[in-house]
């Protein structure tokens, strides 16, 4: 039914399922991401990747909640979220919604104009913000995100380009709970686009296949394009770039910062969220976006 | 298309990366050595996303 060149193998369904879960158990175990006992709170798009997860986290026997955000981006987010709540329906698993424009005011689009960034940061900022604060308010442990292998080795890849140093050193499938900020997780690691797309085909789970029409032309998008056309010719290289990176240059990138002043660390004066100014990058987002 | 054609050929003829693409058949998924007939219908879905989840 499906290969996987990297493996060197090729699976029927019901081995190609448990080759899913396994590889996640392994990204689990290998990288301590949660216990047994943890509330896990699975960042859900209506994708393909955050629907695999938490079908699988929620097959492992994790007590996983879904937290779905609506961007306010038109016909794209009607239809994200409608794939969420029919996912959680079947699974009959809880799903926490945030909408961005009913709660805050602003769609990503025009808080992205508003405040001259491109909407995949303005995006991006807005998530990172509100899964931390959905999870503290929730009582969560972890937040799981549906970052897969491809995701990350895009991402390692455009870092290193520009050799992002400071990024560099904070690339990792775990970032610890610290300073107001809930334990972050990606338990897809170890799995790529085309398996996360295969295990819903396979498990008959409906995800939205239209990319967000924010994102066309995007750098992450030829990033993907440029690692494929490697991966084509060499399977595993994806892998290995990722993989090896962790184990033998990770840490000296960290190292490389260890050095520099730790940033303190305040309360924002707006939503108490951690932050370096006085109002955090959210708020301030916010604020732009309701006085363009 | 004509057939019989072998998955990766169609693809490597429409100049699409098999690393970024599923090819459904009916209701499953087809390798790519898989031959495609006159008659047969499939799906070639992008599995590429541009943004994080």
Known sequence: MIELRRHNAAFCRDCFLHHSREQVRKAIDDFEMMGPGDRV?????????SLALWDIL?????????????????????????????????????????DIPAEF????????RAA??????????????????????????VVATGHNLDDEAAVLFGNTLRWNVDYLSRQRPVLP??????????????????????????????????????????????Y?????????????????FYFEFLDKAAHRFEAATMGEAEVELRSCSSCGAPTTGDVCAFCKLVARAATP | MKGPLRVHRL???????????????????????????????????PVISGGSS
């Open chain 1, 116 to 141: 001259k960034r491109a909407p995949c940061s303005a995006c991006g900022l807005s998530k990172r913000h509100l899964f931390n604060q959905a999870a503290l308010d929730g009582g969560y442990d």
């Open chain 1, 41 to 49: 709170l699975v960042a859900v798009s209506g994708g393909k990747d």
């Open chain 1, 177 to 222: 709970a610290e300073r107001g900020f809930v334990k972050k997780v990606k338990p897809l690691v170890r799995l790529g686009e085309r398996e996360m797309a295969a295990y819903c085909v396979l498990t008959g789970i409906d995800y939205i296949v239209e990319e967000c029409p924010m994102a066309a032309g995007n750098k992450h998008l030829g």
């Open chain 2, 11 to 45: 693809l490597e003829r429409l100049d699409i990366n098999r690393e970024s693409v599923l090819v459904v058949r009916g209701d499953t998924l087809v390798t790519g050595d898989a031959l495609l007939e006159d008659t047969d219908e499939i799906e070639v879905r």
């Open chain 1, 224 to 240: 993907k394009e440029a690692l494929n056309a490697i991966e084509v010719d060499s399977p595993g290289a994806k892998a290995a």
């Open chain 1, 58 to 98: 929620l097959d492992l026997g994790y007590a996983a909640d879904g937290l779905y955000l609506g961007l306010g981006i038109g016909e794209y987010s009607a239809d994200s979220a409608h794939h969420a709540r029919a996912f959680a329906t079947r699974r009959e698993a809880r799903l926490v919604e945030v």
């Open chain 1, 105 to 112: 005011g602003f769609d990503i689009p025009t808080g992205a």
